[in-house]
């Protein structure tokens, strides 16, 4: 375990740009390797003996078959990545909306419980939104987060008696339970990775690949169209290695539902929900 820890943290250490270009590196040097070989074993041919119109296929066939395993390898990548970040996607809208619910609930209690649970609500939204942006201050980001939960888990309990007398103790503890629950799953999704062994392994079949096609292409057309595929591939792997780090990739998750909560929860203090209560309570004293 702690191997492929190390193997992953180094991986993830990288910058992206130069995964993308150390993958065409290595593409160009495996190409040239099989080159080499080819020659050599061209040399050492006593007589060169033209290879009939049979094997000329059976070659092209191979080389077609592993370039289409290649093409299942990257789109079985893409596809778990994607998936990764649609999910990721998923609970920003998720947590956004417990997080609104739980606000909403709150201002069903009396005071001074209302006000406590609502500050501490928008605080944490502030934060989350603020954690969501990985800057240089994630770590006390994180902290703050992680108090924040405490105190607003204090403020529940102290609350019960409020919560009971209105019937609210079961939707209270679901909706404030869920805003927990949503904190972890976003915390471990933003952890989550392709296994370092699945990027090594493509890496490794792409070096072997580009051997292959250094061993078996020949003429200048044939290298130009080995060199936009080798370019193509270098390209892919990029895309995979920015969508996989969610933390510090350029492709990073919409907070845009994170953020659109937190100008709500801003315009709408806990006072803007007694206005019609204010109006009922003036009528009723005026009829008496």
Do not use: C
Not at 86 to 99: D, F, G, H, Q
Not at 236 to 259: F, W
């Amino acid at each position: 375990m702690q191997g492929e820890g190390s193997l992953s943290d180094w991986l993830s250490g990288l910058p992206i740009p130069a995964i993308g270009l150390g993958t065409l590196l290595v593409m160009f040097a495996a190409a040239a390797t099989g080159h080499v070989l080819r020659n050599w074993q061209e040399r050492r041919k006593a007589r060169r003996e033209r290879e009939s119109g049979e094997s000329v296929a059976q070659e092209g066939y191979l080389l077609g078959s592993a370039l289409g395993l290649l093409g299942l390898l990257l789109a079985f990548s893409f596809g778990m990545v994607l998936n990764r970040y649609e999910a990721r996607r998923e609970l920003v809208t998720k947590e956004a909306n417990a997080i609104g619910t739980a606000y909403l609930r709150a201002q069903l209690l009396d005071e001074p419980h209302r006000t406590r649970l609502s500050g501490l609500l928008v605080a944490y939204a502030d934060n989350r939104l603020a954690l969501a942006r990985f800057g240089p201050r994630v770590a006390q980001h994180v902290t703050r987060n992680d108090q924040l939960l405490t105190d607003i888990w204090a403020a529940i309990r102290a609350s019960r008696e409020s919560a009971a007398a209105h019937g609210l103790t079961t939707a209270l503890l679901v909706a404030y339970n869920e805003v927990i629950d949503l904190d972890t799953e976003r915390k471990v999704a933003w952890n989550l990775r392709l296994p370092a062994e699945v990027l090594l392994l493509l890496l490794a079949y792409l070096a072997l690949m580009a051997a292959v096609v250094g061993h078996q292409v020949d003429g200048s057309r044939g290298r130009r169209a080995a060199i936009v595929l080798f370019v193509l591939m270098a390209l892919s792997i990029t895309v995979i290695a920015d969508i996989n780090r969610p933390m510090s990739g350029g492709a990073r998750d919409s907070e845009e539902a994170m953020a659109m909560l937190v100008r709500s929860l801003h315009a709408q203090q806990p006072q803007v929900f007694d206005r019609f209560l204010a109006g009922w309570s003036a009528a009723a004293d005026g009829r008496r």
